[in-house]
């Protein structure tokens, strides 16, 4: 008995050891991708990872004449491609004067607190679908740290696409370029 505890206890340990080494799927997905060395930098409506702060605003000019967008601070987007019409209202986010970071709040355009089917939990739903659609890619649920709830993230090459519950009347749509995150924690 006395030859048992020590065994156990190595066990335990060597057990301790591999947990703490062991990475997330999503880690996994994110370590995956980045070595693939592929870049997809298409974002929606021609916005792309790296476009320049001018042409990006100089787009953003053309769409708006179109009425395809208005806002200006913040940009609205009427999206019609979804089971009901969603507003997207974004801006993105620039490093050196290029897009790095697209955030995205959208909600369904007749959401009301007695609209319960337009909720944010079905909003999500749609949203999957929709980008796994539209990118040819899949969702897996990750929580990131400091978050209550876990989100929706696809990553494909240097691209993630991070969906997520913000309340009951909103979701969040992060575009976030990784290549952009990883040069900047070095």
């Known amino acids: 008995m006395k030859r048992t505890y020590p065994l156990i206890l190595c066990l335990i340990l060597i057990g301790g050891l591999f947990s703490c080494t062991q990475k997330s799927e999503y880690e996994q997905?994110?370590?995956?991708?980045?070595?693939?060395?592929?870049?997809?930098d298409s974002l929606f409506l021609g916005y792309y990872f790296g476009m320049p702060l001018d042409e990006f605003l100089s787009h953003s000019l053309q769409l708006n004449q179109q009425q395809r967008i208005t806002g200006g601070s913040k940009i609205k987007y009427r999206n019609d491609q979804l089971d009901h019409i969603a507003i997207m209202e974004f801006y993105p986010e620039f490093r050196d004067r290029e897009i790095?970071?697209?955030?995205?709040?959208?909600?369904?355009?007749?959401?009301?607190p007695w609209n319960t089917h337009l909720a944010s939990d079905s909003l999500i739903v749609a949203l999957i679908d929709h980008y796994e659609d539209r990118y040819?890619?899949?969702?897996?649920t990750h929580?990131?740290?400091?978050?209550?709830?876990p989100s929706y993230v696809a990553v494909q090459g240097n691209r993630q696409i991070r969906i997520y519950r913000k309340n009951t009347q909103l979701a969040g749509v992060d575009f976030i370029d990784l290549t952009a995150q990883v040069n900047n924690s070095q």
Request: charged share 30%; proline share 3%; aromatic share 10%.
């Open 136 to 140: 040819n890619t899949s969702f897996i």
């Open 29 to 40: 997905l994110v370590d995956r991708e980045l070595s693939r060395d592929v870049r997809m």
């Open 100 to 112: 790095v970071e697209l955030p995205i709040e959208v909600q369904y355009e007749g959401w009301a």
């Open 143 to 149: 929580t990131f740290e400091g978050d209550e709830m």
